[in-house]
C-alpha cells in the first residue's frame, strides 16, 4: 500500500501541499488531476523521495519515504516517468532500461539486457535498442522512458504528465501502453490533463487544488452530478479542460 | 676560438630537449588531471572543510603567474623547509599543481553543467551518489570538458618552457644555449617554435579525436 498522510510541502513562503492524504492499494490505477501548480507534480517527487517533506509521512509498503535506510527500499518498490522523459543522452535505449536493474538490483548484465528488450518490444522499439535518445522521437523516448521504469518491477507506477509533452499522435502511442498496463493490473498514480483517459483507465480520482486534495472519489462518481461534478471548482475545471 | 656553426648533433640536443619537454608535460598533465579531477569530486560530495581548501589553493593558484610559483617552490622549499628541489621535482610538483588547479574549474564546471534531472533520474531508481557520478554525471561531463581540456593542456604544454629559468634542459633551454653559441636567433627559435607546435598540434589532435569518440551520442552539428 502506498500511504500519504498529512503531507505539507512549502517552497520558502508558498505552500504546495497542504495536508494531502492518499492511499493507493494494489493494482488501483488513481489519476491526479488539477490545474498547473496545484501540486501535483510535488506529490510524486515526494513520494518518490525527491522532495522533503515539510510535516506528514509518505509511505511506500510501509517504507517510511523520509527514512535514509527506508528510501532506498521504498524506491526499488516505484518507478518513476518523468515529464521530460530524463533519459540518460550518452547511453542507448537498451542501456538507458538496464542501467538500475545491473546496478542496484545486481541483475547479472545477460538477464538485464534480455529483459530490456524484451520491453522494449512489448512497446513496439524492439528495433531500436540500440539508438540513443537523440535519434527517436518524443513519443519513443517516452516509451523509453516507461520501459526504464518498468525493468525494475516497481509495485507502484508513478507517471508525472508523461504525455504533456508530446503531440496528440505520440501521446496516443504512449497512452495505449499504459492503458495495457492498467489493464495488467499495474499500480498506478497518474498525473495527467488527459481527462478523457483518465477516465478509461482509472478506479479512482483525486482533485489537487492549491495544494489541497479537494476530491478522491471512485472514477463513476467523480463525473457524475452529485459526486465531484458538485464541487464548483472541480466543474469548472473540466468545463474548460473539455472545450480545449 | 669560439665554435659557431650549427652540427648535426645540434638535432640531437634540440630532440633531447624536446624529450624533456613532452616527459615533462605528460607527467604533469597526468598528475594535475588526477588532483584536479579528484578535488572536483571533494566538490561533487560537497565534503566541508575540504572543500572549501580546495577551491582557495585553487584559487591562488589561478590567479598567480606559474613563474612565480615555480620561484617559490625552487628557492622557498629549500629556505623555509629546509628540503633541497632539483629544478626537475621543482618543475614537476609547479605545473602539476597548476593544471590541477585549472582542470579542477573545468571539472566543476562540467559537472554542473549536467542538469539536475539528470541526477533525479538516476536517484529515483536507486543509484547510489557513487553510482550516479560513475555511469551518468562522469561521461556526459568529460564529453563536456574534453574540449576545455585540450585547449589547456595545449596552453601547459608551451608553459612548460618557462621552467627553463630554473635550469632544466627542455626545448626552450636548449634553443636558448644554441642561440648563445651559434648568434642565429631566428634560425634557432624558427626549429625550436616548429618543434612546440609539432607538440602541441599533437596533443590538440589527440583531443579532437577523444572529442569525437565522447561525443558519440550528440555530435554537434552547425546552427
Not at chain 2, 5 to 34: A, M, N, W
Amino acid at each position: 500500500m502506498l500511504k500519504v498522510e498529512n503531507v505539507k510541502k512549502a517552497f520558502g513562503p508558498v505552500t504546495v501541499l497542504d495536508g494531502v492524504n492518499l492511499t493507493v492499494n494494489p493494482g488501483e490505477v488513481v489519476s491526479i488531476l488539477g490545474s498547473s501548480g496545484s501540486g501535483k507534480s510535488t506529490l510524486i517527487r515526494c513520494i518518490n523521495g525527491l522532495e522533503k517533506l515539510n510535516a506528514g509521512k509518505i509511505t511506500v509498503d510501509d517504507f517510511d519515504v523520509s527514512k535514509p535506510k527506508e528510501l532506498a527500499e521504498a524506491r526499488k518498490r516505484s518507478g518513476t516517468v518523468f515529464q521530460l522523459f530524463n533519459l540518460y543522452p550518452h547511453m542507448t535505449a537498451l542501456q538507458n532500461i538496464t542501467l538500475a536493474p545491473i546496478e542496484v538490483l545486481k541483475r547479472p548484465k545477460a538477464e538485464a539486457e534480455a529483459e530490456g528488450r524484451a520491453l522494449l518490444t512489448q512497446v513496439g522499439l524492439g528495433d531500436r535498442a540500440d539508438a540513443y535518445p537523440a535519434q527517436l522521437s518524443g513519443g519513443q523516448r517516452q516509451r523509453v522512458g516507461i520501459c526504464r521504469a518498468l525493468a525494475m518491477k516497481p509495485r507502484y507506477l508513478l507517471l508525472d504528465e508523461v504525455t504533456s509533452a508530446l503531440d496528440p499522435e505520440m501521446t496516443s502511442e504512449v497512452l495505449d501502453i499504459l492503458a495495457k498496463l492498467a489493464k495488467d493490473g499495474t499500480t498506478m498514480v497518474f498525473v495527467t490533463h488527459e481527462i478523457e483517459f483518465a477516465r478509461q483507465i482509472s478506479n479512482r480520482i483525486v482533485f489537487l487544488e492549491k495544494g489541497v486534495l479537494l476530491v478522491d472519489l471512485p472514477t463513476e462518481k467523480f463525473f457524475a452530478a452529485d459526486g465531484g461534478l458538485a464541487q464548483p471548482r472541480v466543474a469548472q475545471f473540466l468545463s474548460k479542460m473539455r472545450k480545449d | 676560438m669560439r665554435f659557431a656553426e650549427f652540427t648535426p648533433y645540434d638535432i640531437v640536443l634540440l630532440l633531447q630537449g624536446l624529450g624533456v619537454t613532452v616527459g615533462l608535460f605528460l607527467i604533469t598533465s597526468l598528475i594535475g588531471l588526477l588532483v584536479g579531477v579528484l578535488w572536483g569530486v571533494v566538490r561533487f560530495y560537497r565534503i566541508p572543510v575540504l572543500m572549501q581548501l580546495v577551491t582557495f589553493v585553487s584559487e591562488i593558484l589561478k590567479n598567480s603567474p606559474v613563474l612565480v610559483q615555480l620561484f617559490l617552490v625552487f628557492f622557498g622549499f629549500p629556505a623555509f623547509f629546509h628540503v633541497n628541489v632539483t629544478p626537475v621535482q621543482a618543475a614537476i610538483v609547479t605545473l602539476s599543481a597548476n593544471t590541477a588547479a585549472f582542470v579542477y574549474v573545468i571539472a566543476v564546471s562540467s559537472i554542473e553543467s549536467i542538469g539536475r534531472d539528470q541526477v533525479e533520474a538516476a536517484r529515483v531508481f536507486g543509484l547510489s551518489r557513487w553510482q550516479v557520478l560513475r555511469h551518468v554525471i562522469a561521461p556526459q561531463a568529460a564529453a563536456f570538458s574534453i574540449g576545455p581540456l585540450t585547449a589547456l593542456l595545449v596552453n601547459q604544454l608551451q608553459v612548460t618552457s618557462l621552467i627553463s629559468v630554473i635550469g632544466v634542459l627542455d626545448l626552450a633551454k636548449i634553443g636558448a644555449t644554441l642561440n648563445l653559441r651559434t648568434l642565429k636567433p631566428f634560425i634557432v627559435w624558427t626549429a625550436v617554435g616548429i618543434l612546440y607546435y609539432l607538440a602541441a598540434k599533437a596533443v590538440a589532435s589527440l583531443g579532437a579525436w577523444a572529442e569525437k569518440r565522447l561525443r558519440a551520442h550528440s555530435a554537434f552539428r552547425g546552427l
